[in-house]
């Protein structure tokens, strides 16, 4: 099948073998890809970078825990609701126009964030944030998917995975830096001169590919419904772990989730011009590399969720230090993306992505033996095998839900598999994290109590037993050091038998994921890209 692409004139051009080669700067594939680049580059270390200035704006801004979450919630939330919705409007009215305009507005916001006098202002603008960044990362995929023939688009989606990784390795690092030599603001205003070269490069170099299909109207009804679903799904993931998962407040959430979803498929089968056409679907592939997606994000996100306090809390490593201990995970992921892309160019995706969920697998029940003292060394070889795992994962997904797409759903696409990553980022988050207060709750007391420690009451022991579940002991001010020594191992070693059976769990999804990659394989659709005459 080959569809039609519009190009700035609005002239449709067939297939990646139509017409002269383009010549100059304005839609070359790589200088394309360098462009996008650039921007999910800072999106991506905005994700990981903010997370070492909430400390720095607690204090500035005498802001509350609950209104520091919030910094952060208020970010996943706007994302994970819009991202679908962006890849349609950029299927609709063009994916340049869509990706300057989140590149703008995601620069601009983290200005407004830097300028803000009170934390209200901070959270405002990060939902800012989260909906110009919907807008920017699915733009970047379907302007790789219109750009690249298909024979080169999987080394491309490797070389944007890699970006992905330098830059979620370097948030960390660049972001404690800069909190402790500069301040706080400067880790939004780190974006202003990464945005103004996104935007300078995308104007230059950025083609705008329009599918004849394209959609010619909106779909209103189906945006409110999926991002009622959306939001009920995310919220209740988010606050599960404050409310419990069989307090009526979560459970009202996922059930209005569950109700939207339904209304949403049943409307989407009536309008003309559906946001998601459910027939998507009936590509085995493509739902198989959706439910992967969140598989392995559930397993990766939700398991590293617990590796920063374990860093950090157990081993009292600074933010700074704790990214340097974490940079064989993502550097093997830098290098492995780009291997990854043309691995899977030669055999096809099925195999890479069956063997790096099972890679992933082994690194997740490795991570399960971690102790309060094991060493720089072995934790390095369980990350460097994890981020070897998730590199063909990330390449190899993508290219499954984007490729077996048509053409003019490949907004749509990119949007689906942004957010399948949401989605399953924040249910493994939320999921491992019952299961880490699970694990506290039901050993801590005995563990207290076998070391002959001061008896506590109920109360006493709950409290404490929330400071376990992220890796901190509950030392009062004033104890003697001897028992505040075994306060904390006994703090420590309670909370990794809780992040032994978390990443136990990670496993077995992972072993679940590993199953359904053996359903995946080469996108039928990728073909349908654009002239290759630069390549």
Known sequence: MTSQITVDDRTPVKGPDAGPARSGLRGHPWLTLFAVAIGVMMVTLDGTIVAVANPAITADLNATLAEVQW???????????????????????????????????????????????????????????????????????????????????????????????ASTAAGPIVGGLLVEHVNWQSVFFINIPVGVVALAFGLVILLDHRAE?????????????????????????????EWGWGDPKTLLFLGASAICFVLFALWETRVAEPLV????????????GTVLMVLMAFAFMGGLFFVTFY?????????VDSGLHLLPLTGMMIVGSPLAGAAITKVGPRVPLVLGMVATAVACFGMSRLT????????????????????PVMVGATEVIVGNAPLELSGVAGGLQQA?????????????????????RDTFGDKWAAAQLPPLTPEQLDLAGTAVTVGVAPVPPGTPPQIAGVITDVAHETFVSGMSTAFTVAGVVAVLAAVVAAFTRRGEHAVDGAAAGHL
């Open 311 to 319: 860093l950090q809390n157990v081993h009292g490593m600074s933010p």
């Open 372 to 391: 309060p003292g094991t060493g720089t060394l072995t934790m390095s070889l369980w990350f460097a095998l994890l981020g070897l795992g998730l590199a």
């Open 420 to 440: 399948a990553m949401q989605v399953g980022g924040s249910l493994g988050t939320a999921v491992l994290g019952a299961v880490m207060a699970g694990t506290v």
């Open 71 to 165: 910094i952060t919630n208020g970010y996943l939330l706007a994302l994970a609701v819009s991202l679908i919705t962006a890849g349609k409007l950029g299927d609709r009215f063009g994916h340049r126009q869509t990706f300057l305009i989140g590149i703008a507005g995601f620069a601009a916001s983290s200005a407004a964030i830097g300028l803000s006098s009170s934390v209200e202002l901070v959270i405002g603008f990060r939902v800012a944030q989260g909906v110009f960044g919907a807008l920017l990362m699915p733009a970047a995929l379907g302007l790789l998917r219109a750009t690249f023939p298909a024979e080169k688009l999987n080394m491309a989606i490797g070389i944007w995975g890699m970006v992905i990784g």
């Open 277 to 288: 056409p459910l027939g998507m679907f009936r590509s085995v592939p493509l739902s198989a």
């Open 213 to 241: 299909k394209a959609p010619r109207s909106f779909d209103l009804p189906g945006v409110v419904l999926l991002s009622a679903a959306m939001f009920s799904l995310v919220w209740a993931l988010i606050k599960a772990a």
